[in-house]
């Protein structure tokens, strides 16, 4: 696969290819219930992933969206085995990360990459572009390889190997380090590249250049990516499928265009009506409230607070993922089946709607309100 | 469009408004009626280590009563010094150059020393700022920073403002007011935060809010929240506000006017509208082209704009867009181009539609300088010609 890619291999063939193996069966990174918890003093928990199962195939873009502290980067660094997971499994290319010795994760290290959102300060401030760059290739003992490879790379993100020879991360923007984290990043030919926020510490007109960069950087490479991102429009045009994720849960999986046209999930479609758009008014309908504190996140169903269609069950009964249409998975009692956004709403299986979702109506006045701890910490 | 409202003034301001008036009755025209705000030729230079930084640079424009007019550039932009320059929270000093002039409702703020701009801030303008905990004070229950003001201003009793503090709270959306007056900042989340510095902004009814990136830093729900709740305030209350972002997608829907800064000026101002529907400034067009569309198909290849906004220290000369400009020409290299009425355009433009390009985006001229830099590769400032750059 791409970890045999030829560097200089033209564009187009290594695209087909990855356009073949981008079959549903060929998975490259499996998650099963994966929990990650962080103590937060006084005996108390952080519930920042709590059981999150999730298939990413070869060659696919899967865009990972949610609002600041529901999870993203936890689950970015738990498939990193940064640190170790509390529970459940990551499956890299078959193999359970946590079955295998601290010496064997190792080794597969220079398959999984990372990059971060603030380039200028995930990159040694001392050292040399090219040294930044080549580095992985001498840890990994392939230093000889350092001439030849480091200026290909560099190259392909666009940097002239000759003009950044001398320079140091302080010398550029951010732009251009994010070129390099990207450069540091493919050196070792990674099957897969999980990006958390690449783009968003950067203006409008660079991060434009930066998502073109990933997507050639993706075909020439022959590339999975796990793009996480805050910013809806981004994660829209990246991904071939998107996991939307609520306080430590997914609560919905599909389709990018299918997705965003028409959410099945309640929060999707809050979260998509709330995109401000160069299209002109928002669309559809308009939420209140916040996410409340994965210290002590509602029982059952965690959006139930802020979900104009909660009843009773979702305090009781966590609801799980389930395929409502071909590929459109979603964890939700009472899911939107086939309205696109902006329409007024109502639950696709029993269950009496206690509001419609419409503009300016919220969370405040359903029946689950009441329920629970959580539900009185939380804005409404 | 724009909301002309022409509230009476409150008695403090007319009263503030006359004894102004009538100190420089000489030299100040009256504004035009419904003009509250009038910028005009505004330079902010600071002087550095390193050397001058040009920050604003002759910028004019106007804001009408209960209008809101969107400044949008990228980061460096010369926004919040601007808004600052306006709020009078910078004013000249050794290290710091200030010239042209502001007014407010014909008071020459410019002019007015910090006693003066004390009797304005708050009561007749108001400012939110993207992080709300530097305008909160983290040691002071909330209840407590809203009084403040409110005291302050109108010499309430300490019974009445408390009530009026929790009913500014329950007006800005925060749930259970009575029991947030008595909590601290950090026992609140962002968007809660930023509910709290809008309500002490409203406290005293200002007539102009400016807003200085107020959901940069909150969640897209949160967010869409927030601008709601501002336009929601503003039109009922018939304010005007300056609504300062980075983001084109945010003011499309919320503003009547746009003004896009780019290097310390100005270089295109328009009705939203037209903006949008014919933007002139190749720069304009670029930022517009660089945004992910939410609709359509994914995987869309987006519009690059080469490089990156200039260092202020030494901008570019000639149009501070040349270097990334797709269409500029040798002119474009040694002279700048003066902002422009739209309406002189073959065709017509909009009136009210101001840009600053000698080769605007849909006429015969651009057309011909985007062919010729397509054919020689490059652009007259020598930067490669992509066919990511020009758009079709
Ligand atoms: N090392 C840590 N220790 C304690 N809490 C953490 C740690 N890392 C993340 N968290 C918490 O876990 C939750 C999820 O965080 P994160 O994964 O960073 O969210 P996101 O990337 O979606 O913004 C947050 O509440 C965050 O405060
Ligand atoms: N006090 C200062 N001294 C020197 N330079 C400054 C100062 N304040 C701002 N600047 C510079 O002025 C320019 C405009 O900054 P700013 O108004 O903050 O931009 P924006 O708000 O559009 O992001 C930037 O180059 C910034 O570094
Ligand atoms: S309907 Fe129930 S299960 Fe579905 S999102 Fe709302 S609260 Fe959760
Ligand atoms: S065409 Fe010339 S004047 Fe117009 S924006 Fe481009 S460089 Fe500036
Ligand atoms: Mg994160
Ligand atoms: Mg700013």
């Known amino acids: 696969m791409s970890s045999t890619t030829d560097m200089s291999t033209d564009t187009g063939s290594v695209l087909e290819k990855t356009r073949d193996d981008r079959s549903a069966d060929d998975v490259v990174l499996r998650l099963e219930d994966l929990v990650v918890e962080f103590p937060a003093g006084a005996g108390q928990v952080v519930h920042a992933v709590s059981g999150i199962n999730l298939e990413v195939r070869r060659g696919e873009t899967l865009g990972l969206v949610g609002e600041s502290g529901c999870g993203k980067s936890t689950t970015g660094r738990a498939i990193m085995q940064l640190p170790r997971p509390t529970g459940g499994s990551v499956h890299f290319d078959g193999r359970d990360l946590a079955a295998l010795s601290p010496e064997e994760v190792r080794k597969l290290r220079p398959k999984l990459q990372m990059i971060f959102q603030d380039p200028i300060s995930s990159l040694n401030p001392r050292r040399r572009i090219p040294d930044i760059v080549g580095d992985p290739l001498v840890v990994w003992g392939r230093g000889a390889d350092k001439d030849k490879v480091v200026p290909d790379v560099l190259r392909a993100v666009g940097l002239d190997p000759d003009q950044v020879a001398d320079r140091r991360p302080h010398q550029f923007s951010g732009g251009q380090c994010q070129r390099v984290s990207i450069a540091r990043a493919l050196v070792l030919e990674p099957e897969v590249l999980i990006c958390d926020e690449p783009v968003s510490a950067l203006d409008v007109s660079v991060q434009a250049q930066i998502l073109n960069l990933l997507e050639d950087m993706k075909a020439r490479y022959g590339l999975t990516l796990v793009f996480i991102a805050h910013d809806l429009g981004v994660v829209r045009n990246i991904s071939d499928r998107v996991a939307v994720m609520y306080l430590g849960r997914i609560c919905e999986l599909g389709p990018t265009e299918a997705l965003f046209d028409a959410p099945v999930h309640p929060y999707t479609r809050l979260l998509v009506s709330s995109i401000p758009s160069m299209e002109g008014a928002q669309r559809g309908e308009v939420g209140t409230g916040e996410m409340p504190s994965p210290v002590s996140p509602p029982s059952g169903c965690r959006f139930r607070t802020r979900c104009p269609l909660a009843t009773d069950r979702c305090a009781d009964e966590v609801p799980q993922m389930r395929e409502v249409a071909p590929g459109r998975f979603t964890a939700c009692h009472h899911p939107v089946l086939d309205t696109a956004v902006g329409e007024p709403i109502a639950p696709a299986v029993t269950a009496v709607p206690t509001t419609p979702l419409t503009a300016s109506n919220g969370a405040g006045s359903n029946g689950a309100g009441s329920n629970g701890a959580a539900s009185s910490r939380t804005e409404s | ?392």
């Open chain 2, 1 to 392: 469009m724009t909301r002309p409202t022409d509230t009476a003034p409150t008695t403090v301001a007319a009263e503030a408004a006359g004894r102004h008036r009538a100190a420089n009755a000489a030299g100040d025209a009256r504004p035009a009626k419904g003009d509250l705000l009038t910028v005009d030729d505004v330079h902010v230079r600071f002087h550095t280590r390193n050397g001058v930084v040009h920050a604003v640079e002759g910028v004019s424009l106007t804001l009408r009563e209960g209008e809101v007019l969107a400044v949008v550039g990228e980061s460096g932009s010369g926004k919040t010094v601007f808004t600052r320059r306006v709020m009078g929270l910078i004013s000249g000093s050794r290290e710091t150059d200030v010239e042209g002039t502001v007014t407010f409702d014909g008071i020459t703020l410019s002019d007015l020393d910090a006693k003066g701009l004390a009797g304005v801030w708050g009561k007749e303008i108001a400012l939110v700022l993207q992080d709300p905990m530097t305008s909160l004070n983290p040691v002071k229950r909330i209840g407590a920073q809203i009084t403040e003001t409110l005291v302050l201003h109108h010499k309430l009793s300490k019974q009445d403002a408390n009530a009026r503090a929790v009913e500014l709270l329950r007006s800005v959306g925060l749930s259970e007011p009575e029991r947030r007056v008595r909590q601290y900042p950090h026992e609140l989340s962002g968007g809660m935060r930023q509910r709290v510095t809008i309500a002490i902004a409203l406290s005293c009814s200002p007539r102009l809010l400016l807003a200085d990136e107020p959901t940069t830093a909150l969640d897209v729900t949160v967010q869409a929240q927030i601008l709601d709740l501002l336009g929601d305030l503003q039109s009922r209350l018939g304010m005007a506000m300056l609504l300062v972002t980075h983001d084109l997608r945010v003011v499309r829907s919320r503003s009547d006017r746009i003004a896009v800064m780019y290097a310390g000026r100005i270089v295109e101002t328009a009705p939203t509208k037209d903006l949008f529907d014919a933007p002139r400034m190749p720069y304009t067009e670029a930022l517009m082209n660089a945004v992910p569309p939410i609709t359509g198909p994914n995987h869309v290849r987006l519009a690059v704009i080469p490089g990156r906004p200039p260092n202020l220290l030494s901008p570019p000369s000639g149009c501070r867009f040349s270097p990334r400009c797709p269409y500029a020409q040798d002119r474009c290299l040694t002279e700048e181009p003066p902002l422009r009425p739209a309406s002189e355009l073959p065709g017509g433009g909009i009136e009210g539609h101001s840009y600053r390009c000698w080769y605007p985006v849909g006429t015969p001229e651009n057309a011909e300088a985007r062919r010729r830099n397509v054919e020689r590769g490059e652009t007259a400032a020598g930067t490669p010609v992509t066919g990511e750059m020009v758009p079709a």
